[in-house]
Every structure is written in structure tokens, then in C-alpha cells.
């Protein structure tokens, strides 16, 4: 009887294991991942950057949340509903409601909420959406504000109090910054900083409307690090419009209105601080809203970040020397449903905990590495909450700071940690091998048990060069020692290319030839040999992506410099079941280079193209295999820039 109920269990398991994928599939072929606990609450989430709109959207008297969502794949303009009320409720999971629009921007005003995009209002959005625009603005009349304009946001609101809706314009400029590649000998950023700056447009009466103004605050137009967002509210309750604005980075601005309501002027801008210390918020990007949240009669902020996530901050009431007083930002939760890990997640399928599934240990644009436990069965991975791993005692996040990152100080909260999970010193345990936005391969060695895993300080993977070390010819630092430097943001695979006992390294070089680093004992001691370009391609259709071989027939993987160079997500697996090591690397989702065979000493890889008609990627998407039914066939789960996970199964 015993039997026959665990074999009831084991059929029952595999439908329900099949049943929960197909209901998350999107289109084609791809299925999203679910947390697959009901039940259970998580960060509320969209996928890469959330522009967070709180509305009354089904008019039952409680703010819902709006969240526009820019990103692939998970673009769209989502509902996350308020079904329980109270202080700080927890939302439904989120509904599409709409396709993305750039720039939106939604205000309550006079008790309606108006819709803007950059000269365009949508008096019918609540029924129809974008279907019916109001064109109040041709280009011709905004165009001498933009620069080299990344935003373009438009409010309606009345500004000086006398009755009727005058235009908030917030733009900024990164045309004295550029973007890339700017850095001296130093580590000194040599172009300009970011710029933004609002502007009013009055109305003057009915449909006519003055040329934009530029606001001042303590006598000079303001001037923002970049800018998401630009909030007008009486924040202090003195009775006129104060203004919040945000940075490209991860501060807030306060602007208090000391003049009145009809004649607004502007104290000097501070940095919002919690306990007087300055905010920073956990990531860049952020998006500022406004309302009472907490239905308390004051105005609080509503948060969203680049990862899609978006945090509550209450606003007290009081005020000091500093301001007004914030509380600490909360993330708000939602009805957990896909599983996710912050944006441009990178995931490796490992089973960390020793307990007999595949768990998932992940890094992010942040600069983490997660450890995310399966607490399913055999047949049905259930997910646990991601927690962030720690190494040397303290949390892993990996940060470019100033210099950090080739595209500029404006990306100093980012890491982009990427990473694989072997036993790396041999010695039973696995380590996790690590790059990020520096390009630097360190490796955090596991000094716990099995089963208890524990992470020492980070450590760099050294190699035996012949002479100078190599870097990026863009680097402004150099490699100290014997330290292994490469192109920034690709995967340091750990994989045994040639069999003998000892964990290789396979990924991008210097230059963005896909290479080997082979290992070697010498006198008892693991060592690495300098990186060797082993491999070639070929492509009936020609390479994808900005694959090529060069003049020698060496595969490149990646033929940009700076800022465009590195960002290669590889794995290894025989995908086609035909005895032979194929690699499968990032493309509109993943691209299978299937192993051919040796020719002249060169492994031959053809690029198949992709494995999927979905496209999940407008910057990067990171490959890992899995085998959840334990059928000996590997399939793929791939990291989506939205943060989350998407499965392909392998019909080979």
C-alpha cells in the first residue's frame, strides 16, 4: 500500500510539476518561473526600472499601484491591486494592463488624475488607455529644451494657485557627460557631470500658454545629477507646493516653497536624509510618486528603483534643519507569484545546501550574489525568498564607486556580479568563481561542511603569465600581481574542457576572444595557465550578435570596445545529446553554439541561432542548466534583465 502511494505521489508531482510550468508560459516556448507557494508574500516587483503610480484604479476608496515598466520582457504598464486595505497593505499580484509608454507621467490634481506624456494628455486613460491622445504640444515647441535628453517629463499642475493647470517640464541633459570611456591615468572622470532642470509653463488663459521657464531654488535654476521624476505636493502642510526630485544615482532632493501659493520661491535643494544621515536608496534610477499612502493627511512618497521593486516612505508630519522627516523606506509586498532576483539576474543551478535539489545562486545588477533555496520536491522546485550570501562575515555587494564602471560615475551604485559555482580548489566544497563590473575574477572559497556552506573573503584568481599581465585596452587601472583581468560583466565559467580531474576556465579574454585557461598541479600546487584561443566558428546564416571570427579564424564573442565590450553570459552542456561539450551564450535570449568537432587544433562551433522566438533581452539575458524531472536530459533556465527566470526544455 505504502508503494502504490508513493508511486501516486511521484505521477501526481510530475503532473502538478508540468501543470504550474504551462500555466506560466508567456508566448512560444518559454516558460516564467513562479515562487510556486501560495500563499506567500514578496517584494512587489515589475521587471527592469519601475515608474510606480498610486490610483484609486478600481474606485473601491483604497490606493491601488500602477507601474510602468519600460523593460523586455516584462514590459507593460501593470496593476497591482489593493484587495485588503490598511496602513500598508499587501497587493495582488500584478495584472498587464497596457504596453509601456515612455515618459508616462500620472498626477492627482483637483480630485482627477491626469496622464501626460511629453506634450500629449490622455483624458480617457482609464478607459481606453493611449487609445484617444490630446495633443497639447507639437515637438516644435519642446524641442530647444532637449539636449541629449534621456527623459522628457511632463505634469500638469497648478503651479502659482490662481485656478487653472499650468506644465511641470523635468529634463535632463547628458550631453557634457557622453556616456563612455572618459577616464585619465588617474581614474579622474575628464567630461562634465550630468545635468536636468524643470521648467514651468503657464497658462495664461484658457489653452494659451507661456515659453517654459526654468525654476530657480535659492536664486539659480536648479541643477540635478540627471533626473526620474519631479514631484510638486504641499509635502510640510504649510499650504503651497513643495517640490522632490530625484537623481539618475539614488538620492532624493527636497525643495521647500518658502515663498506662498501664489507666489511660489524656492529654498536651496538638500539631499532628504532618514536619522540625519543622507538617503541612499539600495539601487539607481529612481522614480518618485506622491500620496497618502497610509491615509494618515500627509503626502508620503512612493518609490520605485531600477530592479523593479518600490518602497513606501512615510512622511511624519514633522519637520527639522533638515527637512522633512521621512521614515526609512519599506519595500512594499505583493502576493508572491514569479520568482525574481533584482534585474539582470545571473543565475547558476547548484545544489547548495547538499540536501538533493537544485538550488540557485544568482548575481544582479546590484552587485549581490543570492543564495535561492529550493524547498520543493524532486519533481517541483518551490522557491524560497532570495537571501544575499555573505563572505568574511559581511554581505557580498560588489559596487563600482566613482571609477568603477567604463560608462562613468553615473553607474557607481552598480556591480553586475556574474558568476559560476565549482569546487575550485579541489578540496570537496563549492566556491563561487565571480566577475563583475570591474572585470576583475576573484573566487570566494567555501571554508564551511557539507551542507553548511560558509564563504571566506574574496580572493583573486591568479594565472601564471609570461610576462605582463593583459587587460582591456580601456582600462585605466592595471592588474595587480598575477591577477586575472578581463572584459567586464561576462561569466567566468568553471568547466573540466579537457577531462583531466582539474576545473578549467572558460570565458572572454581581454580582447573578447573566447578562450580556455587550463588548469595544472604543479609540485601539489593548482595553478592556471594563461588564457588560450582554442575555439573557431561557423554559421550557415551568418554570426548573430556581433559573433565573428577574426583574420586567424579565432572566435570572437564580442567585437566592441569600452562600454559595449564583455557582457557574455556563457554555460557548457552537450545540449544535442551528441557526446560533445556545446556552449550556450546570451543573445535576444540564448544561442546555441553546437560543438562540431577539432579541426587544426581549433574546437569548431556552429551558431545554431537562438533556442527560442521570444526575445527576453534589450541589454542581457544569462544562461545555467537545470534538470528538475531528473530525467538525465539537461534543460535550460535563463536570467532575464526583468530579474526573472524563464525554462526551456530540451527536446534533443
Same mark, same amino acid.
Given at each position: 500500500m505504502?508503494?502504490?502511494?508513493?508511486?501516486?505521489?511521484?505521477?501526481?508531482?510530475?503532473?502538478?510539476?508540468?501543470a504550474?510550468?504551462?500555466?506560466?508560459?508567456n508566448?512560444?516556448?518559454?516558460?516564467?518561473?513562479?515562487y510556486?507557494?501560495?500563499?506567500m508574500?514578496?517584494?512587489?516587483?515589475?521587471?527592469?526600472?519601475a515608474?510606480?503610480?498610486?490610483?484609486?484604479?478600481?474606485?473601491?476608496?483604497d490606493?491601488?499601484?500602477?507601474?510602468?515598466?519600460?523593460?523586455?520582457p516584462?514590459n507593460?504598464?501593470?496593476?497591482?491591486?489593493?484587495?485588503?486595505?490598511?496602513?500598508?497593505?499587501v497587493?495582488?499580484?500584478?495584472?498587464?494592463?497596457?504596453?509601456?509608454?515612455?515618459?508616462?507621467?500620472?498626477?492627482?490634481?483637483?480630485?482627477?488624475?491626469?496622464?501626460?506624456?511629453?506634450?500629449i494628455?490622455?483624458?480617457?486613460f482609464?478607459?481606453?488607455?493611449?487609445?484617444?491622445?490630446?495633443?497639447?504640444?507639437?515637438?516644435?515647441?519642446?524641442?530647444p529644451?532637449?539636449?541629449?535628453?534621456?527623459?522628457?517629463?511632463?505634469?500638469?499642475?497648478?503651479?502659482?494657485?490662481d485656478g487653472?493647470?499650468d506644465?511641470?517640464?523635468?529634463?535632463?541633459?547628458?550631453?557634457?557627460?557622453?556616456?563612455?570611456?572618459?577616464?585619465? $591615468?588617474k581614474?579622474?572622470?575628464?567630461?562634465?557631470?550630468?545635468?536636468?532642470?524643470?521648467?514651468?509653463?503657464?497658462?495664461?488663459s484658457?489653452?494659451?500658454?507661456s515659453?517654459?521657464?526654468?525654476?530657480?531654488?535659492?536664486?539659480?535654476?536648479?541643477?540635478?545629477?540627471?533626473?526620474?521624476?519631479?514631484?510638486?505636493e504641499d509635502f510640510?502642510?504649510?499650504?503651497?507646493?513643495d517640490?522632490?526630485?530625484?537623481?539618475?544615482?539614488?538620492?532624493?532632493?527636497?525643495?521647500?516653497?518658502?515663498?506662498?501659493?501664489?507666489?511660489p520661491e524656492?529654498?536651496?535643494?538638500?539631499?532628504?536624509?532618514?536619522?540625519?544621515?543622507?538617503?541612499?536608496l539600495d539601487?539607481?534610477m529612481?522614480?518618485?510618486?506622491?500620496?497618502?499612502?497610509?491615509?494618515?493627511?500627509?503626502?508620503?512618497?512612493?518609490?520605485g528603483?531600477?530592479d523593479?521593486r518600490v518602497v513606501?516612505?512615510?512622511n511624519?508630519?514633522?519637520?527639522?534643519?533638515?527637512?522633512?522627516?521621512?521614515?526609512?523606506?519599506?519595500?512594499?509586498?505583493?502576493?508572491?507569484?514569479?520568482?525574481?532576483?533584482?534585474?539582470?539576474?545571473?543565475?547558476y543551478?547548484?545544489?547548495?545546501?547538499?540536501?538533493?535539489d537544485?538550488?540557485?545562486?544568482?548575481?544582479?545588477?546590484?552587485?549581490h550574489?543570492g543564495f535561492?533555496?529550493?524547498?520543493?520536491?524532486?519533481?517541483?522546485?518551490?522557491?524560497?525568498?532570495p537571501?544575499?550570501?555573505?563572505?568574511?562575515? $559581511?554581505?557580498?555587494?560588489?559596487?563600482?564607486?566613482e571609477?568603477?564602471?567604463?560608462?562613468?560615475?553615473?553607474e557607481?551604485k552598480?556591480?553586475?556580479?556574474?558568476?559560476?559555482?565549482v569546487?575550485?580548489?579541489?578540496?570537496?566544497?563549492?566556491?563561487?568563481?565571480y566577475n563583475?563590473?570591474?572585470?576583475?575574477?576573484?573566487?570566494?572559497?567555501?571554508?564551511?561542511?557539507?551542507?553548511?556552506?560558509?564563504?571566506?573573503?574574496a580572493?583573486?584568481?591568479?594565472?601564471?603569465?609570461?610576462?605582463?599581465?593583459?587587460?582591456?585596452?580601456?582600462?585605466?587601472?592595471?592588474?595587480?600581481?598575477?591577477?586575472?583581468?578581463?572584459?567586464?560583466?561576462?561569466?567566468?565559467?568553471?568547466?573540466?574542457?579537457?577531462?583531466?580531474?582539474?576545473?578549467?576556465l572558460?570565458?572572454l579574454?581581454?580582447?573578447?576572444?573566447?578562450s580556455?585557461w587550463?588548469r595544472? +598541479?604543479?609540485?601539489g600546487?593548482?595553478?592556471?595557465?594563461?588564457?588560450?584561443?582554442?575555439?573557431?566558428?561557423e554559421s550557415?546564416?551568418?554570426?548573430?550578435?556581433?559573433?565573428?571570427?577574426?583574420?586567424?579564424?579565432l572566435?570572437r564573442?564580442?567585437?566592441?570596445?569600452?562600454?559595449?565590450?564583455?557582457r +557574455?553570459?556563457?554555460?557548457i552542456?552537450?545540449w544535442?545529446?551528441?557526446g560533445?561539450?556545446?556552449?550556450?551564450?546570451?543573445?535576444?535570449?540564448?544561442?546555441?553554439?553546437r560543438?562540431?568537432?577539432?579541426?587544426?587544433?581549433?574546437?569548431i562551433?556552429?551558431?545554431?541561432?537562438?533556442?527560442?522566438k521570444?526575445?527576453?533581452?534589450?541589454?542581457?539575458?544569462?544562461?545555467?542548466?537545470?534538470?528538475?524531472?531528473?530525467?538525465g536530459?539537461?534543460?535550460?533556465?535563463?536570467?532575464?534583465e526583468d530579474g526573472?527566470?524563464?525554462?526551456?526544455?530540451?527536446?534533443?
Amino acid at each position: 500500500m505504502q508503494t502504490r502511494r508513493s508511486y501516486l505521489v511521484l505521477i501526481f508531482s510530475v503532473l502538478f510539476f508540468h501543470a504550474g510550468m504551462a500555466q506560466n508560459t508567456n508566448s512560444g516556448d518559454l516558460v516564467r518561473i513562479q515562487y510556486n507557494q501560495p500563499g506567500m508574500h514578496s517584494d512587489l516587483g515589475v521587471g527592469l526600472w519601475a515608474w510606480p503610480f498610486p490610483v484609486d484604479y478600481d474606485k473601491d476608496g483604497d490606493l491601488d499601484l500602477l507601474v510602468n515598466c519600460p523593460d523586455k520582457p516584462f514590459n507593460g504598464l501593470w496593476l497591482f491591486e489593493n484587495a485588503g486595505g490598511g496602513k500598508n497593505p499587501v497587493m495582488k499580484a500584478p495584472v498587464k494592463l497596457a504596453e509601456s509608454q515612455r515618459n508616462l507621467q500620472i498626477t492627482y490634481v483637483n480630485g482627477e488624475y491626469i496622464v501626460m506624456t511629453p506634450g500629449i494628455v490622455y483624458p480617457y486613460f482609464f478607459t481606453s488607455f493611449f487609445a484617444e491622445p490630446d495633443t497639447l504640444f507639437t515637438k516644435d515647441f519642446y524641442q530647444p529644451l532637449l539636449k541629449k535628453a534621456r527623459f522628457n517629463l511632463w505634469r500638469q499642475v497648478d503651479y502659482d494657485g490662481d485656478g487653472d493647470l499650468d506644465i511641470a517640464i523635468a529634463i535632463d541633459d547628458w550631453s557634457e557627460y557622453g556616456w563612455d570611456n572618459a577616464f585619465n $591615468e588617474k581614474g579622474e572622470w575628464t567630461n562634465g557631470p550630468l545635468h536636468a532642470r524643470i521648467y514651468w509653463v503657464e497658462q495664461t488663459s484658457p489653452g494659451v500658454y507661456s515659453q517654459p521657464v526654468a525654476l530657480k531654488a535659492g536664486g539659480e535654476e536648479i541643477d540635478n545629477f540627471g533626473i526620474s521624476g519631479a514631484v510638486f505636493e504641499d509635502f510640510d502642510g504649510d499650504g503651497d507646493l513643495d517640490i522632490i526630485i530625484s537623481e539618475f544615482v539614488d538620492r532624493l532632493t527636497w525643495i521647500e516653497n518658502i515663498g506662498t501659493r501664489r507666489a511660489p520661491e524656492y529654498a536651496k535643494g538638500t539631499f532628504i536624509k532618514i536619522n540625519g544621515e543622507v538617503l541612499h536608496l539600495d539601487l539607481e534610477m529612481v522614480v518618485p510618486s506622491s500620496a497618502d499612502w497610509d491615509d494618515d493627511g500627509h503626502v508620503d512618497l512612493i518609490v520605485g528603483i531600477e530592479d523593479g521593486r518600490v518602497v513606501f516612505m512615510k512622511n511624519t508630519g514633522k519637520k527639522n534643519k533638515d527637512g522633512i522627516i521621512f521614515q526609512s523606506p519599506e519595500y512594499l509586498q505583493q502576493e508572491a507569484r514569479y520568482l525574481k532576483f533584482g534585474a539582470l539576474v545571473t543565475p547558476y543551478s547548484v545544489d547548495w545546501d547538499d540536501d538533493g535539489d537544485e538550488d540557485l545562486i544568482c548575481g544582479n545588477t546590484a552587485g549581490h550574489i543570492g543564495f535561492i533555496e529550493n524547498v520543493g520536491n524532486s519533481n517541483f522546485p518551490k522557491w524560497a525568498k532570495p537571501v544575499y550570501l555573505e563572505a568574511g562575515g $559581511e554581505s557580498i555587494m560588489i559596487l563600482a564607486g566613482e571609477n568603477g564602471s567604463i560608462q562613468g560615475p553615473a553607474e557607481r551604485k552598480w556591480g553586475y556580479t556574474t558568476l559560476s559555482v565549482v569546487d575550485w580548489n579541489g578540496d570537496g566544497l563549492n566556491d563561487i568563481v565571480y566577475n563583475s563590473i570591474w572585470g576583475k575574477i576573484e573566487w570566494l572559497e567555501n571554508i564551511g561542511k557539507k551542507g553548511r556552506p560558509k564563504l571566506a573573503a574574496a580572493k583573486p584568481v591568479e594565472v601564471e603569465w609570461e610576462g605582463k599581465n593583459p587587460k582591456p585596452a580601456w582600462n585605466w587601472w592595471n592588474p595587480e600581481g598575477k591577477n586575472l583581468v578581463t572584459q567586464w560583466r561576462t561569466t567566468p565559467l568553471g568547466y573540466d574542457w579537457n577531462n583531466d580531474g582539474l576545473m578549467d576556465l572558460i570565458m572572454l579574454d581581454h580582447e573578447g576572444y573566447l578562450s580556455f585557461w587550463e588548469r595544472y +598541479r604543479e609540485n601539489g600546487v593548482l595553478k592556471l595557465k594563461p588564457g588560450q584561443r582554442i575555439f573557431t566558428g561557423e554559421s550557415a546564416r551568418g554570426f548573430s550578435d556581433k559573433f565573428e571570427n577574426d583574420a586567424n579564424g579565432l572566435l570572437r564573442l564580442n567585437t566592441k570596445n569600452a562600454g559595449g565590450s564583455g557582457r +557574455r553570459k556563457i554555460c557548457i552542456v552537450d545540449w544535442d545529446r551528441d557526446g560533445r561539450p556545446d556552449i550556450l551564450v546570451n543573445t535576444e535570449n540564448v544561442n546555441l553554439l553546437r560543438n562540431k568537432g577539432e579541426k587544426n587544433g581549433l574546437v569548431i562551433l556552429e551558431d545554431m541561432g537562438p533556442l527560442s522566438k521570444t526575445r527576453l533581452a534589450g541589454h542581457s539575458t544569462s544562461p545555467t542548466i537545470v534538470d528538475w524531472d531528473k530525467n538525465g536530459v539537461p534543460d535550460l533556465l535563463i536570467g532575464a534583465e526583468d530579474g526573472h527566470f524563464y525554462f526551456l526544455k530540451n527536446n534533443n
